[in-house]
Nanobody, 123 residues
């Protein structure tokens, strides 16, 4: 069982930055791939980024490539999403998720989810 808690969301102006954190419980954090997803009002949950358990492999949605960076610190049981050059279309609730296996981009493949953190980008 893995429990996830996101933090770091907030209100930022266009072009600004935020860093989201996802703190995980348990002693086997490095065995889990971590993903970040987001959901805007009236839209489906969409993939943002994912990272393998050993942090060697990362993948990004095209919409965030070059602006967002995913990372993790297995000693601290924490995953991060550094978001730069934010745009109003990045406004959404951001969720972190964990799965045993490879870092993939499909929400249904993730077993554990955090409660989400709101990111609002003003124009």
């Amino acid at each position: 069982q893995v429990q996830l808690v996101e933090s770091g969301g907030g209100l930022v102006q266009t072009g600004g930055s935020l860093r989201l954190s996802c703190a995980a419980s348990g002693r086997t954090f490095s065995r889990y791939a971590m993903g970040w997803f987001r959901q805007a009002p009236g839209k489906e949950r969409e993939f943002v980024s994912a990272i393998s358990g050993n942090a060697i492999f990362t993948t990004y949605a095209d919409s965030v490539k070059g602006r967002f960076t995913i990372s993790r610190d297995n000693a601290k049981n924490t995953a991060y999403l550094q978001m730069n050059s934010l745009k109003p279309e990045d406004t959404a609730v951001y969720y972190c998720a964990a799965r045993s296996g490879s870092a993939v981009g499909t929400p249904k493949d993730y077993n554990y989810w955090g409660q989400g953190t709101q990111v609002t980008v003003s124009s």
